[in-house]
Nanobody, 114 residues
Framework: QVQLVESGGGLVQAGGSLRLSCAAS????????LAWFHQAPGKQRELVAR?????STFYADSVKGRFTISRDRNTVHLQMNSLKAEDTGVYYC??????????WGQGIQVTVSS
């Protein structure tokens, strides 16, 4: 079994910064991808950024230049700068590994006040 525990959310003013972290534990394979998804109120969950175990990264266009994803083994971080009101929502940590196994964290609230 795999557990994902997120931390670092909260309330911030527009233009400010937050750093999210997610610690993965349990049956984690050496080859995997860790990612952050964002779900705004009333909208579908969308990919924000992902990073492979080899260090390759991908960012959604909406966060390029503002967010940075990084990892330290099985802990993934999302540094969010220049936050906007539309970044408000619940952020979910995601782990994907071989055989289509996928796991989700419980989600953490980020609120950006304008």
């Amino acid at each position: 079994q795999v557990q994902l525990v997120e931390s670092g959310g909260g309330l911030v003013q527009a233009g400010g910064s937050l750093r999210l972290s997610c610690a993965a534990s349990g049956s984690i394979l050496s080859i995997n991808t860790l990612a952050w998804f964002h779900q705004a109120p009333g909208k579908q969950r969308e990919l924000v950024a992902r990073i492979t175990s080899g260090g390759s990264t991908f960012y959604a266009d909406s966060v390029k230049g503002r967010f940075t994803i990084s990892r330290d083994r099985n802990t993934v971080h999302l540094q969010m700068n220049s936050l906007k009101a539309e970044d408000t929502g619940v952020y979910y940590c995601n782990l994907r590994q071989a055989a289509g196994r996928e796991y989700w964290g419980q989600g953490i609230q980020v609120t950006v006040s304008s």
